[in-house]
């Protein structure tokens, strides 16, 4: 079966420009992550998804991120206003539920800002 | 807040031999999982290994084990006979039994000598 998918794999954009990131999960997983993956630094989470429950946006940096996730499947990030330090690799994981079970990664999302 | 500390930046071994990566991390809780990740030039993270703290018994995958201390706060990663295919970042990464967020440490790059 597909894993997770994630498009485009590159983006390169201007400064002040907004963006959208996709992310299509396993067909079947109920959650669904963000995380960022900035250079010289670790990945760090941005925003999470259960079902029909409200997502744990605890992780979002700045008000100009933004997800939504259509359907219980398909999932886009929004960074609206790009900044340069916005640079990095967006990945999208999926999982069936919760708690122990393993997080699926795709391949992410490069976003260069010049 | 939990964190995870990957002391070492980078680590080389020869092919054949066996290495081991270091991770620990600093919780609060008493149920919680921790992981080991692997991400090649692709970006795609593949999960190497999971050990459940309530499990006293070291979890193993192949050639893969963990030496997880508990007490100690420690969870390192033992790779035997070390293959070029094993080259990568390594992450170790916590989440907790309620939680569904992973925290990752700031990973290990391994080179592997022919």
């Known amino acids: 079966g597909a894993g997770v998918s994630q498009s485009p794999s590159n983006k390169v954009t201007e400064k002040g420009k907004d963006v959208e990131l996709r992310c299509d999960p396993i067909?079947?997983?109920?959650?669904l992550y963000w995380y960022r993956q900035s250079l010289g630094q670790g990945l760090e989470f941005l925003i999470y998804?259960?079902?029909?429950?409200?997502?744990?946006k605890s992780g979002l940096p700045s008000d100009r991120f933004s997800a939504e996730r259509t359907g219980g499947s398909v999932s886009t990030l929004t960074i609206q206003r790009t900044q340069q330090e916005d640079s990095a690799v967006y990945l999208c994981?999926?999982?069936?539920?919760?708690?122990?079970?393993?997080?699926?990664f795709g391949p992410g999302t490069r976003l260069t800002v010049l | 807040a939990q964190t995870v500390t990957q002391s070492q930046p980078e680590m080389s071994v020869q092919e054949a031999e066996t290495v081991t990566l270091s991770c620990t991390y600093d919780?609060?809780?008493?149920?919680?999982?921790l992981f080991w990740y692997k991400q090649p030039p692709s970006r795609q993270m593949i999960l190497v290994i999971r050990?459940?703290?309530?499990?006293?018994q070291n979890a193993t995958e192949n050639r893969f084990s963990v030496n997880f201390q508990k007490a100690a706060k420690s969870f390192s990663l033992k790779i035997s006979d070390s293959q070029l295919g094993d080259a990568a970042m390594y992450f170790c990464?916590?989440?907790?039994?309620?939680?569904?967020?992973?925290?990752f440490g700031g990973g290990t790059r391994l080179m592997v000598k022919p």
């Open positions: 998804f259960q079902g029909n429950s409200a997502p744990d």
């Open positions: 990464a916590y989440r907790n039994n309620a939680g569904n967020m992973l925290t």
């Open positions: 067909s079947g997983h109920t959650a």
């Open positions: 994981a999926s999982s069936l539920i919760t708690g122990a079970h393993e997080q699926f």
């Open positions: 050990q459940e703290a309530y499990k006293q």
């Open positions: 919780t609060s809780e008493s149920d919680y999982y």
